[in-house]
C-alpha cells in the first residue's frame, strides 16, 4: 500500500508529447493568475453573490492547506522527474490544487445545479487533481489528503452558509462582522502557524505571511462588494457580448497592471515582501469588486436596474 500511495514509478510511462500540454493547461488552472482573472470575472458579468461565497471559501481552504503543508512538511516526489517548475520545494502533502479544485468547482456546481455543470465541474476538479501527478509535483498520498481537506472545508463551508443556519445568520448579513472576524483572527492563526522543522530532509517552510494574503485579498474583496452594493444594490439587465468581452478584458489588464505597479513601488520604497503582500492583496481584493465596477457603471458598460 506504501509502494502505491508514494511511488511514481508509473507516471513516466503515461507522458506524450500531446498529453503534456494538457496536463500543464489543468495544473495552470491551481495558480494565482487563474483566479485572479476567474473570480472577479465571475463577478462581473455573471453572479456577484455566488463568486463573494466562492471566493470566501477559496480563501478558507487556501490557509487550511498551508497550514498542513507547514505542520507536515512533507518532501514532494524528486526533482528528476518535476514538469512544473513553479513548486520551488515547497511542502508536498496535502496537495493545495487538490483540495482548491475540489472544493471550489464542487460548490460550484452545488450552487448553479444543472446536471451539465456538475459533469463540467467534476472533469475540471479531476484534470487539476490529476495533472499534478502527471507532472511529478505531487505523490498519491499528497492528492488523496488534498482532496479530503476539500471536501471537508467544502462541508464545513455548507453548513455556515445554509440559509437555515441561525447560528450564522449575522455573520452571513453584516460585512462588519466578517471583516471582524478576519481581523480577529488573523493574528490567531499567525500565532499557531506550526513552526519550521530541522529535521533533515523537510520540505521548505512556506511559513503564514504567505498565505494569509489571500485572507487579505477577502477583506479588501467584501470590503468592496459593500461599496457595490450600496451603489448599485441590484444588477440590471446582462451586457451585450461585446461590452461583457471589453469588461472582462479590460478589467483583468487593468488588474494585473495594477498588481505590477504595486509590487514596483513596495520594492521602490524598500517595502518588504509580507507588508507589500498584505497591501496589495487588500487593493487588488477592492478593485475586483468596488472599483472595476464603478469604472463599468462610469462608461455604460454595465447597467443598473
Same mark, same amino acid.
Given at each position: 500500500m506504501e509502494n502505491i500511495l508514494y511511488s511514481m514509478d508509473w507516471v513516466l510511462p503515461l507522458r506524450s508529447d500531446w498529453a503534456t $500540454?494538457?496536463?500543464?493547461?489543468?495544473?495552470? #488552472?491551481?495558480?494565482? $493568475?487563474?483566479?485572479? #482573472?476567474?473570480? $472577479? *470575472?465571475?463577478?462581473?458579468?455573471?453572479?456577484?453573490? *455566488?463568486?463573494?461565497?466562492?471566493?470566501?471559501?477559496?480563501?478558507?481552504?487556501?490557509?487550511?492547506?498551508?497550514?498542513?503543508?507547514?505542520f507536515w512538511q512533507d518532501p514532494r516526489p524528486g526533482a528528476d522527474i518535476q514538469l512544473d517548475g513553479r513548486v520551488t520545494g515547497s511542502p508536498g502533502r496535502p496537495s493545495g490544487h487538490t483540495q482548491i479544485a475540489v472544493a471550489m468547482w464542487l460548490w460550484l456546481a452545488y450552487e448553479i445545479q444543472r446536471p451539465w455543470v456538475w459533469v463540467v465541474c467534476i472533469i475540471l476538479?479531476?484534470?487539476?487533481?490529476?495533472?499534478?501527478l502527471y507532472l511529478g509535483v505531487h505523490d498519491i498520498d499528497d492528492v488523496l489528503t488534498g482532496a479530503a481537506l476539500g471536501i471537508a472545508t467544502l462541508a464545513i463551508f455548507f453548513w455556515l452558509t445554509r440559509?437555515?443556519?441561525?447560528?450564522?445568520?449575522?455573520?452571513?448579513?453584516?460585512v462588519i462582522i466578517q471583516?471582524?472576524?478576519?481581523? #480577529?483572527?488573523? $493574528?490567531?492563526?499567525?500565532?499557531?502557524?506550526?513552526?519550521a522543522s530541522q529535521a533533515a530532509g523537510a520540505a521548505v517552510h512556506t511559513g503564514s505571511a504567505v498565505t494569509l494574503t489571500v485572507v487579505f485579498l477577502l477583506a479588501g474583496w467584501l470590503a468592496g462588494v459593500a461599496l457595490d452594493k450600496r451603489l448599485a444594490p441590484d444588477r440590471g439587465p446582462r451586457p451585450a457580448w461585446w461590452q461583457m468581452i471589453v469588461m472582462a478584458v479590460s478589467g483583468i489588464v487593468v488588474l494585473f497592471a495594477l498588481r505590477a505597479g504595486i509590487e514596483a513601488t513596495a520594492g521602490d520604497l524598500g517595502i518588504g515582501d509580507a507588508t507589500a503582500g498584505i497591501i496589495g492583496a487588500l487593493i487588488l481584493g477592492f478593485y475586483m469588486t468596488a472599483l472595476a465596477p464603478m469604472a463599468f457603471r462610469a462608461v455604460g458598460l454595465m447597467k443598473q436596474a
Open positions: $500540454p494538457i496536463a500543464q493547461g489543468f495544473t495552470w #488552472m491551481g495558480y494565482a $493568475p487563474f483566479f485572479l #482573472m476567474f473570480l $472577479p *470575472i465571475g463577478y462581473w458579468l455573471w453572479d456577484r453573490d *455566488i463568486f463573494t461565497r466562492l471566493t470566501a471559501l477559496v480563501a478558507i481552504t487556501a490557509v487550511v492547506n498551508g497550514w498542513f503543508k507547514d476538479a479531476f484534470g487539476v487533481s490529476f495533472s499534478r440559509p437555515d443556519n441561525t447560528l450564522t445568520q449575522a455573520l452571513r448579513d453584516s471583516l471582524v472576524l478576519i481581523a #480577529m483572527l488573523v $493574528p490567531i492563526i499567525a500565532a499557531v502557524w506550526p513552526a
